[in-house]
């Protein structure tokens, strides 16, 4: 039973909606984050020009809404789409209607476990996180809180970022601390394409100096051999500081052998499409990473990243949370074994900084001169509110 001035939950609902936004690679022609992405489809020479030729934006964002019987609306945005929406709506919803809204590790554990047989992973999680997310946004506003003073209050005055995109130059003029870079050619595009890859980071290195950071994002594309010949190379050359998701996050074992092989100095990262505290449990116990890198959005909500970033902090590894905007900054805010962010350059160039969510969020916001102010997070909740003229659709009741 509630406690008396917090309102009970009412309702759970779950809408789609296209075009960007938490689908960040839901874009449209001529975006950076298309054009020629090194990719493990990318073996297959009619799939390596496009990710959205093998269905990366097949999904779509999902918007979970939760409604207390107060009329306080609580929400969150995150990838899944339609088949999220039926698994939220169908099978989650279940866990939250009448029940207190504080009551988040009892509500997460039961979405959990009773999706366990089909879920533990992947686009299950997704939309557990997504629930989750929401739920947190509820908490805060119907407390008069944002996420991160329910967190334990900010350990710093203001977030620093790197900027994820094409053009680590025009990040460095922008005030980000370092610009990281998608890998373009895979080990299917042989000795060649591991040439351009060098060169291209080379030109950027001439571009932006010896002290701004350069990483490069391998997204899951590489072997253990590649891998390693790259990242002595990038190291070397052109003093790449880390090499992202460079294997299949299934293959902890070659994640662990890439770490040892790596040059010292060298940062090997991961964890992006990793999940819950098991699985972030597994890539630190194996020594596979030195950051490792949760999407809020996808790897279990605010209430399981507080279990993995704790995890990480009692074993000296850094969590640096994958883009996710909002959702992330209230995290990291929190934590000294975070202690920068990541900003996703959504804008096509990328030369401009955009919101990261845009159009999904009203009142999202972005980094100035590479930096956010503590002060800018400052609102009930995540702190956002749904932009509403979009098309929602919701594809499943109950
Ligand atoms: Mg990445």
Redesign the pocket.
Known sequence: MAAAGLSKIKHVRAFTVRGGGADYHDQGEGHWIDNHIATPMARYPEYRQSRQSFGINVLGTLIVEIEAEDGTIGFAVTTGGEPAAFIVEKHLARFLEGRDPREVEKIWDQMYFSTQYYGRKGLVVNAISGVDLALWDLLGKLRGEPVYQMLGGAVRDELQFYA?GARPDVAKELGFIGG?LPLHHGPAEGLEGLHKNIAELAEMRSRVGDDFWLML?C?MSLDLDYATRLAHRAYDECGLKWI??ALSPDDYWAYAALKKNAPKGLLVTTG?HEATRWGFRMLMDMECCDII?PDVGWCGGVTELIKIANYADSKGVMMIP?GSSVYSYHFVITRHNSPFAEFLMMHPGPTEVVPMFHPQLIGEPVPVNGRLHVSALDKPGFGVELNRELPMHRPYTH
């Open positions: 994820t990281k994002d997204w992202e998701e992006e890198q994958h």
